[in-house]
């Protein structure tokens, strides 16, 4: 922290301009060594015309952007230099404040600066490069909601209800005298808990929504060999990603493709025919068919409408016969000789891929399944990541506990330590507490110069 670092933060290759970053105690005065204006006395939250210059030499021609902290991004007195794209003359500016004093910053040591000086908390943290890496709208909007602080306040609103009911819950241990205080008696502490586990659950279930948007959503393609998956994948996609032919078997591999339904990433696996055989090579395959659709989120089971469903058929539709099933019969434009068990129970969409009659319907149904609707909007704020998922399922585990010791007529003094294990649950998703090894992990998966 008492070093002054430096670092490119833009893509390096060709383009306008590229910006060279500078943060630490020394910054002004190392940018200002090597540049032929006096940065010294100008005021904060300023840019300044003119040259980088090294050993008589003018390097670049330059706007520097000066920012005299604390209201800057580490807090730190940070200086931007932006000079003219290209890999040479960004990567000579860098050598320069190398050479000059400047330490090469490691990945994502700006923003863990910003977090350790207070600036954000760590759930923000995680959320600027949610941002960075975001891959669809959705994504976008959820990771800015989080770095501008939306999730932070309701997880900083149920802390502090548990934190009041500790303070209370001490006050009358140890000063049973005090009868002006608040007497938390069990039904009170059924009121408390009852407020808690709401506010949780919607965190909970919001965090189901929070993976959706920022990773996508797997659906595997599977059914028989020549059902048409292939081609029901490259009329998704439009494009020809996988070869199809009438040769049952043609694809003997996964192939994957994505598209965005609702800014949300929808990743198609199209897998390999199930079916007994005796190729080795098909086998694989088969195996891997299999694997993919006991992984996915989403089954897309495929029929032809023009053939009698099989015993292998039956057994597919039954296994993954689920809330996450959707049935697509295909090859409606042929003559039907599928008949449907009686027992199946989910909806059934017909289509074809002559006509590309069907496949809106199909889009619907998956975003009815996943109920994009409802969880895309503006101010959508989710937890996203395992490290934020796994904490806050153990926060409300705790509190379930607590609920559970409540109902079981357990003293309240014993019911405090579930309630004290829940608030630092989730002090550990904001970085309320945290371990340095923790946060060295979080920010050395950031890019250099964030």
Not at 28 to 49: A, C, Q, R
Not at 436 to 441: A, H, Y
């Amino acid at each position: 922290m008492e070093d002054t670092i430096c670092a490119i933060s833009t893509s390096i290759g060709i383009g306008a301009i590229s910006i060279v970053r500078v943060t630490g105690p020394d910054a002004i005065k190392i940018v200002d060594s090597i540049f032929d204006g006096n940065l010294t006395n100008k005021e904060t939250h300023t840019i300044h015309y003119g040259h980088i210059k090294y050993n008589n030499e003018v390097i670049d021609e330059v706007l520097v952007m000066l920012m005299r902290g604390p209201k800057t991004y580490t807090t730190e007195d940070t200086v931007e230099i932006n000079c003219h794209g290209g890999k040479s003359t960004t990567e000579k500016v860098l050598e320069i404040l190398l050479a000059n004093g400047c330490r090469l910053a490691e990945p994502g040591e700006f923003t863990k600066r910003a977090f350790l000086n207070g600036r954000i908390n760590l759930l923000e943290a995680e959320s600027v490069n949610d941002l960075i890496v975001a891959k669809t709208d959705a994504a976008r909007t959820l990771a800015i909601n989080n770095v501008d602080g939306i999730l932070t306040k309701k997880i900083r609103n149920i802390r502090e209800k548990i934190v009041k009911i500790l303070a209370n819950i001490e006050v009358n241990i140890d000063y049973p005298e005090y009868q002006d205080e608040v007497q938390v008696t069990h039904d009170l502490m059924d009121e408390y808990l009852t407020d808690i586990t709401k506010e949780l659950k919607s965190l909970v279930d919001g965090a189901r929504n929070g993976r959706i948007i920022k990773e996508g959503i797997n659906i595997a393609i599977i059914g028989r060999p020549n059902v048409g998956k292939s081609s029901i994948l490259n009329h998704l996609l439009d494009e020809e990603k996988a070869i199809v032919t009438d040769i049952p078997g043609t694809t003997r591999d996964i192939v994957e493709g994505s598209i965005t339904l609702n800014g949300v990433a929808i990743n198609f696996i199209d897998t390999a025919g199930i079916r007994e055989t005796d190729d080795v090579v098909e086998k694989i395959g088969v195996d891997r068919s299999k694997r993919s659709a006991d992984q996915a989120d989403i089954v897309l089971f495929v029929a032809n409408n023009n053939e009698k469903l099989t015993k292998e058929d039956l057994e597919l539709l039954e296994k993954y016969d689920s809330e996450n099933l959707i049935f697509f019969i295909n090859k409606s434009d042929l003559e039907q000789k599928i008949e449907i068990p009686g027992n199946i129970s989910r909806e059934i969409i017909w289509g074809n891929t002559v006509d590309v009659n069907g496949l809106d319907s199909l889009k619907n149904a998956i975003k009815n399944k996943l109920k994009l609707d409802s969880i895309i909007n503006k101010d959508m704020s989710y937890l996203s990541n395992i490290r934020q998922i796994d904490l806050v399922n153990k926060a409300n585990s705790a509190i379930e506990n607590a609920y559970a010791s409540l109902k079981n007529g357990m003293p309240i003094d014993m019911i405090e330590i579930d309630l004290r294990s829940a608030w630092e649950y989730l002090g550990e998703i904001i970085g309320e507490a945290y371990e340095d090894e923790l946060v060295d992990n979080i920010f050395s998966n950031f890019c250099l110069g964030k």
